[in-house]
């Protein structure tokens, strides 16, 4: 049998301890990197349960916002629906070729440049040009002073904040004609469109004075006959 020298002999134990220290490492290495995928895994896993639960309640919230806004959407266009029939009944009654002849003689008597004031606010307000509308016929007040159509002028102030939905600043215009100009042909208009909109407000005590109202000291007005189909 052939003699192996010591040197040699050392040379392989060490290659052998170390092929099996290196061995063990890598399993190891292979055990830690195995518990951290499944570390990662899990972890992974909790947060896609919980953003699957945020996104079902993000669907459901969004289902009931819509639902919500479809509600509002609806109650609003019934809304509109029946400010536009009494808008129309309303119209219909007071005859509106008698009130643009009217204005029509009216603003003759005014400057041309108050009349491009009041004419370009009233186009604004048709246009549906709100608080263009509204800076117009300001404008025209301060132009007109106390001329012909400056109670019309306020009468359309009021109904543009109205249209903008700043009803307590329509209510004031109107207030500001009843103070201004008693006697204005407007005040029946104005004392029943402030009806209206204390009954948009759920405010049906104010709603019912001014119904009232219009019935009293207008009694043959076509304001005060809708005022007593709103009463009744």
């Given amino acids: 049998m052939p003699r192996v020298s010591l040197p040699l002999l050392l040379l392989v134990l060490v290659a052998t301890t170390s092929t099996s220290c290196l061995s063990r490492q890598r399993f ?22 919980a953003q699957t639960v945020e996104i079902a309640q993000l669907r459901t919230d969004l289902y009931t916002k819509t639902n919500e806004l ?3 959407f609806d109650m609003l ?20 070729a008698q009130r643009a002849v009217a204005d029509s003689e009216a603003i003759a008597q005014v400057s041309p440049e108050s009349r491009v004031l009041y004419e370009s606010a009233y186009k604004n307000y048709v246009k549906g040009d709100y608080q263009e509308a509204i800076d ?9 002073a106390d001329g012909p159509l400056v109670d019309n002028a306020l009468y359309w102030i009021g109904e ?15 207030q500001e004609l009843l103070g201004k100009y008693p006697k204005s042909t407007r005040v029946p208009t104005a004392l029943y469109r402030m009806g209206l909109i204390y009954e ?6 104010t709603a019912r004075f001014y119904y009232n109202q219009v019935i009293k000291d207008f009694p043959n007005s076509p304001e005060a006959a809708l005022a007593r189909d709103k009463l009744e």
């Fill in 200 to 205: 948009q407000g759920k405010d049906t005590k």
């Fill in 77 to 96: 266009n019934d809304r509109l629906g029946e400010s536009e029939t009494q808008i129309s009944q309303l119209y219909s009654k007071i005859g509106p």
């Fill in 28 to 49: 190891n290495n292979y055990g830690w990197q195995l518990d951290s995928l499944r570390y990662y895994t899990r972890k992974m896993d909790s947060l896609i349960v």
């Fill in 160 to 174: 543009s904040y109205a249209a903008l939905g700043q009803l307590q600043k329509a209510v004031d215009a109107f």
């Fill in 136 to 144: 117009g016929f300001r404008a025209y007040q301060k132009a007109a």
């Fill in 70 to 72: 479809s509600r509002k």
